[in-house]
């Protein structure tokens, strides 16, 4: 089998060009957000951080992190980085605290965003050929638009379902003989209750994507048993820019591929902010390379993984696959000053 790119060249690039890619693009990213956004001017100055001497990736652990208590705290555009008129969409999420996190998009933020979700749709192995049923709503959370705006770059026939109504969704796709349904978890499982009850099956279709809970290997053996398809598990904050835009797992499913062009990912001792070695298990730091609007600079995630290779994956991919989300920074116990993670507990 020929694997298949939706970017050929900027996914399979060397190791080499991607790190010097990055050096290249986190300087101006430095140099953008200094310049554009009093907030993160302050910070920077605070941390003695000059965009005229900063050293890129060298110096890439001077940055202070931001978290989403900043987010919260500068609601709703406070850390916007663009003059106000180049914004063109805005999405935000709800948040556990009642105050929600604004993103912000400028044209070039929603290509990156639809080439980023295109890639991942590649990743599943569709084509412009396919029938994608989107099923997450088309609205102030990311997802819905997000799938659209990817499925719109990859050029294949779009159902925007949204959610709920399953009985219609499932006619929809028997109807429209969809072939790709992207969903949350949840919602995948109210699908599979539903199609049991009306005694049907979905017999085109044949890949889903699911994201935003914690998906088990588990959840992803019973769908991929019981509608017979293939699953992937896709990667995306709203503070990074929305669903896909982190990365995704390929047909050999050994780990998220997180598109280093785009995005640099950092596992941290979560008291430090210091790198902890590869396989280690470490808060997820993220910095976007490429979003302009109101782009994360060492964006503290409070999730925890570990590097499972930086080598090329058997998909010819050379970006970084990093471990599932395998808990939150809030579970972890620290034991006589040293942090023992749940999952270590387990072992
Ligand atoms: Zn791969």
């Given at each position: 089998?020929?694997?298949?790119?939706?970017?050929?060249?900027?996914?399979?690039?060397?190791?080499?060009?991607?790190?010097?890619?990055?050096?290249?693009?986190?300087?101006?990213?430095?140099?953008?957000?200094?310049?554009?956004?009093?907030?993160?001017?302050?910070?920077?100055?605070?941390?003695?951080?000059?965009?005229?001497?900063?050293?890129?990736?060298?110096?890439?652990?001077?940055?202070?992190?931001?978290?989403?208590?900043?987010?919260?705290?500068?609601?709703?555009?406070?850390?916007?980085?663009?003059?106000?008129?180049?914004?063109?969409?805005?999405?935000?999420?709800?948040?556990?605290?009642?105050?929600?996190?604004?993103?912000?998009?400028?044209?070039?933020?929603?290509?990156?965003?639809?080439?980023?979700?295109?890639?991942?749709?590649?990743?599943?192995?569709?084509?412009?050929?396919?029938?994608?049923?989107?099923?997450?709503?088309?609205?102030?959370?990311?997802?819905?638009?997000?799938?659209?705006?990817?499925?719109r770059k990859l050029g294949c026939y779009i159902i925007p379902a949204g959610p709920g109504n399953t009985v219609?969704?499932?006619?929809?796709?028997?109807?429209?003989?969809?072939?790709?349904?992207?969903?949350?978890?949840?919602?995948?499982?109210?699908?599979?209750?539903?199609?049991?009850?009306?005694?049907?099956?979905?017999?085109?279709?044949?890949?889903?994507?699911?994201?935003?809970?914690?998906?088990?290997?588990?959840?992803?053996?019973?769908?991929?048993?019981?509608?017979?398809?293939?699953?992937?598990?896709?990667?995306?904050?709203?503070?990074?820019?929305?669903?896909?835009?982190?990365g995704q797992d390929c047909r050999f499913h050994c780990g998220t591929h997180v598109w280093e062009d785009h995005?640099?990912?950092?596992?941290?001792?979560?008291?430090?902010?210091?790198?902890?070695?590869?396989?280690?298990?470490?808060?997820?730091?993220?910095?976007?390379?490429?979003?302009?609007?109101?782009?994360?600079?060492?964006?503290?995630?409070?999730?925890?993984?570990?590097?499972?290779?930086?080598?090329?994956?058997?998909?010819?991919?050379?970006?970084?696959?990093?471990?599932?989300?395998?808990?939150?920074v809030d579970d972890m116990i620290i034991i006589k000053g040293v942090n023992i993670f749940p999952s270590q507990?387990?072992?």
């Open positions: 089998m020929t694997e298949m790119y939706f970017n050929p060249v900027e996914e399979t690039m060397s190791r080499e060009q991607l790190t010097a890619l990055q050096d290249v693009r986190l300087k101006a990213m430095v140099k953008h957000v200094y310049e554009g956004n009093e907030w993160y001017r302050k910070r920077f100055q605070e941390a003695g951080i000059n965009p005229d001497t900063f050293a890129g990736l060298a110096d890439l652990e001077k940055i202070p992190v931001m978290g989403k208590l900043d987010f919260r705290a500068q609601y709703p555009e406070g850390m916007r980085c663009v003059p106000r008129d180049q914004i063109v969409e805005m999405h935000q999420s709800s948040g556990s605290t009642g105050t929600p996190v604004v993103m912000l998009y400028t044209q070039a933020d929603v290509d990156q965003w639809a080439e980023c979700m295109a890639r991942c749709y590649v990743l599943g192995g569709m084509t412009s050929k396919d029938v994608l049923q989107i099923t997450p709503g088309l609205g102030l959370f990311n997802g819905g638009f997000g799938c659209f705006h990817g499925g219609r969704q499932i006619k929809l796709a028997k109807d429209l003989h969809t072939t790709a349904i992207v969903a949350v978890v949840s919602y995948c499982t109210r699908i599979m209750e539903v199609l049991a009850e009306l005694k049907e099956t979905l017999p085109d279709l044949k890949v889903g994507f699911f994201g935003s809970e914690t998906f088990t290997e588990a959840m992803k053996q019973k769908i991929r048993e019981t509608l017979g398809i293939d699953v992937y598990d896709i990667w995306g904050m709203t503070e990074t820019g929305g669903i896909g835009t982190l995005y640099i990912v950092e596992i941290v001792d979560p008291k430090t902010y210091k790198a902890v070695p590869d396989g280690e298990s470490g808060e997820l730091v993220v910095t976007s390379l490429t979003r302009q609007a109101l782009p994360v600079v060492r964006f503290h995630t409070g999730d925890l993984t570990h590097v499972i290779s930086r080598n090329r994956c058997s998909c010819g991919r050379s970006h970084i696959r990093l471990a599932p989300i395998t808990g939150r507990v387990e072992k």
